[in-house]
């Protein structure tokens, strides 16, 4: 039986004995800090400092090597400079640990030399069944069992409290960042993981096993790159399958990947929406900021099962009340007024010159009659337009009886069971609601923000339900490619089942005129058909709405002579009819290399990079997904029909998606890359056509 090659990740969160391979006795350094963390948080397994110029480290017997253990480490810890850290972990390998962390640092994060040092390491390694965590990594933290092996200086200065969150993250300091601010919320957390330069194990498979923990409520990642997606689909898979929510901050968002574009499509799909399409089909939320990463801890932590985006906002002040309806409008969470019913019952309990639509604003009469606040909360608890609350207390104190207002709140929340917010700029008053589990934040554009993203998370997980998603396989490397002319890649795309507008591909003047004649003398397209550029109408290779056999043999001619001035040769000239219909949209497509196969639909013609309005999908996908990705675009509209046009035919466009996706999907096509625009899109129930096609296609096919 093949050994499970995450056995060794699982056993490096529980070892039961760990070597600490160049131990100091001095806390503060790399050498010393796992040793002080190891004793200081709990772990109850074997420690084993190996430093051959000492007899005892920190209070603990000291080794002269790892051969003179008294047994096998379960995982060992390098920290040792230079070729040193080589031979460490060359001996490790040998001698049967079963992962090391190597927090030395001078391999491929440094130059060329070091990346080739990295990867031999690594093979060596990997050939004798062991796992590598870094190089340059600043080490594992378990705080469930006391595996803190890691030198962050953090948890000296943020003492650690287990708890239900998880970090990962590729870079030191932003494993440990997000810790200290959620520490700072009172928020304990449970892992703090830190792989490195990734030359083995990967943020994303180690989420694969710190998903499996039943402690934890949240996984939050930190991403500079994404080097093995397969990883991750499975990780969120594992998370999904047992309710743990994963957000994730990815670094860089630069256009990376777009210089290998060979179309309009390698322009639009770059490396960045690619990321935000994957996140998304895998049901992990990307958060833009670090803000944005751990504001909305708390949320998560609650157990809420939130069924909707309508909110109720409640405050003593109207100017509280003005911002929270801006804030949810950003943040697509519609204010809807409270039934008559509820707005009756609360007009008996309010002085009249308060609001009771939605936002309730209480108005300074609070600090008169404190029992306002808890009187009115059962009516808007009863009322079936929210889906969620904020409560925003913007000036208390002195004079409130803010513990009743704190305990109201607190009853109201369980009564509801909906996700529920506190906005409270001052300390003393947050301090009460947070005491009683509350989700406290200074501001209410702070809360909306944090709730807006939280709620929208939820439900893409809900519209995921139960489908399976597939964990993608690692993206076959793309073979040198070539351009195919038009007239081959209309005859692929028609192969596959892609309505494609009708045509003839004309080797003479007279082949031109008859093939005007066949199509019913009705005008028609003429373009030189060449696979030596991909763009035509710059090289005066397209003219339109011809209407006589006389004039398209006239054009076969010039195409023939613009060819010749721009140097190209032409494989023929294509007579096509001229498609009317109601929209042009646009169907791409590419291989990336790392994602693997990506389709783009969207609004099409000359304008698609000018003026973008797409949207990407990830095969396989039927066309469900199809229509959602529409309903996405900015002229979302204008598909369902406007000012009396009637509405487009998208299910014979999303039918031309799909089997673009599915043969994008397929290695045996060969694709690398494909441009189809514009596709004529007709009056629901007339079809659309295909009029112009860019495919790039393995040279090694036939």
Same mark, same amino acid.
């Given at each position: 039986?093949?050994?499970?090659?995450?056995?060794?990740?699982?056993?490096?969160?529980?070892? %039961?004995?760990?070597?600490?391979?160049?131990?100091?006795?001095?806390?503060?350094?790399?050498?010393?800090?796992?040793?002080?963390?190891?004793?200081?948080?709990?772990?109850?397994?074997?420690?084993?400092?190996?430093?051959?110029?000492?007899?005892?480290?920190?209070?603990?017997?000291?080794?002269?090597?790892?051969?003179?253990?008294?047994?096998?480490?379960?995982?060992?810890?390098?920290?040792?400079?230079?070729?040193?850290?080589?031979?460490?972990?060359?001996? $490790?390998?040998?001698? /049967?640990?079963?992962? $090391?962390?190597?927090?030395?640092?001078?391999? +491929?994060?440094?130059?060329?030399?070091?990346?080739?040092?990295?990867?031999?390491?690594?093979?060596?390694?990997?050939?004798?069944?062991?796992?590598?965590?870094?190089?340059?990594?600043?080490?594992?933290?378990?705080?469930?069992?006391?595996?803190?092996?890691?030198?962050?200086?953090?948890?000296?200065?943020?003492? &650690?409290?287990? /708890?239900?969150?998880?970090?990962?993250?590729?870079?030191?300091?932003?494993?440990?960042?997000?810790?200290?601010?959620?520490?700072?919320?009172?928020? +304990?957390?449970?892992?703090?993981?830190?792989?490195?330069?990734?030359?083995?194990?990967?943020?994303?498979?180690?989420?694969?096993?710190?998903?499996?923990?039943?402690?934890?409520?949240?996984?939050?990642?930190?991403?500079?790159?994404?080097?093995?997606?397969?990883? #991750?689909?499975?990780?969120?898979?594992?998370?999904?399958?047992?309710?743990?929510?994963?957000?994730?901050?990815?670094?860089?968002?630069?256009?990376?990947?777009?210089?290998?574009?060979?179309?309009?499509?390698?322009?639009?799909?770059?490396?960045?929406?690619?990321?935000?399409?994957?996140?998304?089909?895998?049901?992990?939320?990307?958060?833009?900021?670090?803000?944005?990463?751990?504001?909305?801890?708390?949320?998560?932590?609650?157990?809420?099962?939130?069924?909707?985006?309508?909110?109720?906002?409640?405050?003593?002040?109207?100017?509280?009340?003005?911002?929270?309806?801006?804030?949810?409008?950003?943040?697509?969470?519609?204010?809807?007024?409270?039934?008559?019913?509820?707005?009756?019952?609360?007009?008996?309990?309010?002085?009249?010159?308060?609001?009771?639509?939605?936002?309730?604003?209480?108005?300074?009469?609070?600090?008169?009659?404190?029992?306002?606040?808890?009187?009115?909360?059962?009516?808007?608890?009863?009322?079936?337009?929210?889906?969620?609350?904020?409560?925003?207390?913007?000036?208390?104190?002195?004079?409130?009886?803010?513990?009743?207002?704190?305990?109201?709140?607190? *009853?109201?929340?369980?009564?509801?069971?909906?996700?529920?917010?506190?906005?409270?700029?001052?300390?003393?008053?947050?301090?009460?609601?947070?005491?009683?589990?509350?989700?406290?934040?200074?501001?209410?554009?702070?809360?909306?923000?944090?709730?807006?993203?939280?709620?929208?998370?939820?439900?893409?997980?809900?519209?995921?339900?139960?489908?399976?998603?597939?964990?993608?396989?690692?993206?076959?490397?793309?073979? &040198?490619?070539?351009?195919?002319?038009?007239?081959?890649?209309?005859?692929?795309?028609?192969?596959?089942?892609?309505?494609?507008?009708?045509?003839? #591909? $004309?080797?003479?003047?007279?082949?031109?005129?008859?093939?005007?004649?066949?199509?019913?003398?009705?005008?028609?397209?003429?373009?030189?058909?060449?696979?030596?550029?991909?763009?035509?109408?710059?090289?005066?290779?397209?003219?339109?709405?011809?209407?006589?056999?006389?004039?398209?043999?006239?054009?076969?001619?010039?195409?023939?002579?613009?060819?010749?001035?721009?140097?190209? *040769?032409?494989?023929?000239?294509?007579?096509?009819?001229?498609?009317?219909?109601?929209?042009?949209?646009?169907?791409?497509? %590419?291989?990336?290399?790392?994602?693997?196969?990506?389709?783009?639909?969207?609004?099409?013609?000359?304008?698609?990079?000018?003026?973008?309005?797409?949207?990407?999908?990830?095969?396989?996908?039927?066309?469900?997904?199809?229509?959602?990705?529409?309903?996405?675009? %900015?002229?979302?509209?204008?598909?369902?029909?406007?000012?009396?046009?009637?509405?487009?035919?998208?299910?014979?466009?999303?039918?031309?998606?799909?089997?673009? @996706? %599915?043969?994008?999907?397929?290695?045996?096509?060969?694709?690398?890359?494909?441009?189809?625009?514009?596709?004529?899109?007709?009056?629901?129930?007339? @079809?659309?056509?295909?009029?112009?096609?860019?495919?790039?296609?393995?040279?090694?096919?036939?």
């Amino acid at each position: 039986m093949t050994p499970d090659p995450r056995a060794a990740l699982r056993l490096a969160l529980a070892p %039961r004995s760990i070597a600490v391979i160049g131990a100091s006795d001095n806390p503060h350094k790399i050498g010393g800090r796992p040793i002080a963390y190891l004793s200081r948080f709990g772990f109850r397994g074997q420690i084993f400092p190996i430093n051959p110029a000492r007899d005892e480290v920190q209070g603990l017997r000291c080794w002269p090597s790892l051969q003179a253990l008294p047994e096998r480490p379960d995982i060992a810890i390098v920290a040792v400079p230079g070729d040193g850290a080589v031979e460490a972990v060359d001996a $490790c390998a040998e001698a /049967g640990v079963a992962l $090391c962390i190597i927090m030395s640092s001078g391999f +491929g994060e440094v130059d060329a030399a070091g990346k080739e040092r990295e990867r031999a390491m690594t093979a060596r390694a990997r050939a004798l069944g062991m796992r590598l965590v870094g190089p340059n990594s600043q080490g594992l933290a378990n705080f469930g069992t006391g595996a803190v092996a890691s030198f962050s200086t953090m948890f000296t200065e943020v003492p &650690p409290a287990d /708890g239900p969150v998880g970090i990962i993250s590729q870079s030191g300091a932003m494993s440990v960042i997000p810790y200290g601010l959620l520490r700072a919320r009172g928020i +304990g957390v449970r892992h703090s993981h830190a792989t490195g330069n990734d030359c083995d194990v990967t943020v994303c498979e180690l989420a694969t096993v710190v998903a499996e923990d039943p402690a934890l409520k949240l996984l939050l990642l930190y991403l500079e790159g994404i080097p093995d997606p397969w990883h #991750l689909a499975e990780a969120a898979r594992v998370a999904r399958d047992r309710g743990l929510p994963i957000v994730a901050l990815k670094s860089g968002r630069t256009a990376a990947g777009q210089e290998a574009a060979l179309s309009h499509t390698g322009a639009l799909a770059n490396e960045d929406r690619t990321v935000d399409a994957f996140l998304a089909e895998h049901g992990i939320w990307r958060a833009q900021s670090m803000v944005d990463l751990v504001d909305t801890a708390q949320l998560y932590l609650q157990g809420w099962k939130p069924r909707g985006r309508r909110l109720v906002a409640i405050s003593n002040s109207g100017a509280v009340c003005v911002m929270t309806a801006d804030a949810a409008t950003d943040a697509g969470m519609p204010l809807r007024p409270l039934s008559e019913a509820t707005q009756s019952e609360l007009r008996t309990i309010l002085p009249g010159f308060a609001t009771t639509t939605n936002p309730v604003d209480i108005t300074a009469a609070l600090l008169t009659n404190s029992k306002l606040f808890g009187a009115i909360l059962p009516a808007i608890a009863r009322d079936p337009a929210a889906d969620a609350f904020l409560i925003g207390v913007a000036v208390a104190g002195a004079g409130y009886d803010v513990e009743a207002f704190a305990a109201d709140a607190a *009853a109201f929340a369980q009564a509801t069971g909906k996700p529920l917010v506190v906005a409270a700029p001052q300390a003393s008053v947050s301090g009460r609601f947070k005491a009683l589990g509350l989700a406290t934040y200074p501001t209410e554009g702070e809360a909306v923000r944090a709730l807006g993203q939280y709620l929208a998370h939820a439900e893409l997980l809900q519209a995921m339900g139960k489908r399976d998603i597939p964990i993608p396989r690692p993206p076959r490397k793309a073979r &040198p490619a070539r351009l195919l002319d038009e007239a081959r890649s209309l005859a692929l795309l028609a192969a596959w089942g892609v309505p494609v507008a009708r045509h003839a #591909l $004309c080797t003479t003047a007279a082949g031109a005129r008859q093939a005007f004649a066949d199509l019913g003398a009705a005008p028609v397209v003429v373009k030189g058909c060449t696979d030596q550029a991909s763009h035509k109408t710059e090289l005066g290779l397209v003219r339109v709405g011809l209407c006589d056999g006389q004039a398209v043999a006239e054009a076969f001619e010039a195409m023939h002579a613009a060819a010749a001035r721009a140097g190209v *040769a032409l494989s023929g000239v294509i007579v096509a009819e001229l498609v009317r219909g109601q929209r042009e949209l646009m169907i791409g497509a %590419r291989l990336d290399p790392v994602f693997g196969p990506v389709v783009l639909v969207g609004d099409g013609g000359k304008y698609v990079e000018a003026m973008p309005d797409t949207q990407l999908l990830l095969p396989p996908f039927e066309a469900p997904a199809v229509h959602a990705a529409l309903r996405r675009l %900015r002229i979302a509209p204008l598909l369902e029909g406007v000012r009396g046009e009637p509405p487009l035919d998208t299910e014979a466009f999303a039918q031309a998606v799909v089997a673009v @996706g %599915r043969h994008m999907a397929d290695p045996a096509a060969g694709i690398v890359q494909l441009d189809i625009n514009p596709v004529i899109v007709r009056a629901r129930g007339q @079809g659309c056509a295909a009029v112009d096609a860019v495919i790039y296609r393995e040279e090694d096919l036939p």
